[in-house]
């Protein structure tokens, strides 16, 4: 797996419950979670107990952040925009299911 590193684009693996969340924007206090699938960015990085933990902020296609969480590595999936990068995955028949 790839280092996640300071401002990468991520998504979300599956829901994140309120309860985890740093609503920025009120006008989403009535959720339950933030669904999966969410797409962020990663803002700081921590190290906690040989564990890495990423604190990430989630905007709106204008730009305006609504959201915040700190989420484990199983919790996000770090988007690829350029092929280069995207090469260095293996390819999906070689992966086992």
Same mark, same amino acid.
């Given at each position: 797996? &790839? &280092?996640? +590193? /300071?401002?990468? $684009? #991520? @998504? $979300?693996? +599956?829901? #994140?419950? *309120?309860?985890?969340?740093? /609503?920025? =924007? %009120?006008?989403? !206090?009535? *959720?339950?979670?933030?669904?999966?699938? %969410?797409?962020? !960015? *990663?803002? =700081?990085?921590?190290?906690?107990?040989?564990?890495?933990?990423?604190?990430? =902020?989630? @905007?709106? $296609? %204008?730009?305006? =952040?609504? @959201?915040? @969480? !700190?989420?484990?590595?199983?919790?996000?999936?770090?988007?690829?925009?350029?092929?280069?990068?995207?090469?260095? /995955?293996?390819?999906? %028949?070689?992966?086992? /299911?």
């Amino acid at each position: 797996m &790839k &280092k996640v +590193k /300071l401002l990468d $684009t #991520i @998504a $979300t693996l +599956k829901p #994140i419950p *309120i309860e985890r969340l740093q /609503l920025v =924007e %009120q006008n989403y !206090t009535s *959720i339950e979670s933030l669904p999966s699938g %969410q797409v962020g !960015t *990663i803002v =700081e990085v921590y190290e906690q107990e040989e564990e890495y933990h990423y604190l990430v =902020e989630f @905007a709106d $296609t %204008q730009g305006c =952040e609504y @959201a915040m @969480a !700190t989420l484990r590595a199983d919790e996000i999936l770090v988007l690829h925009y350029d092929l280069a990068i995207a090469s260095d /995955l293996p390819h999906p %028949q070689s992966l086992s /299911l």
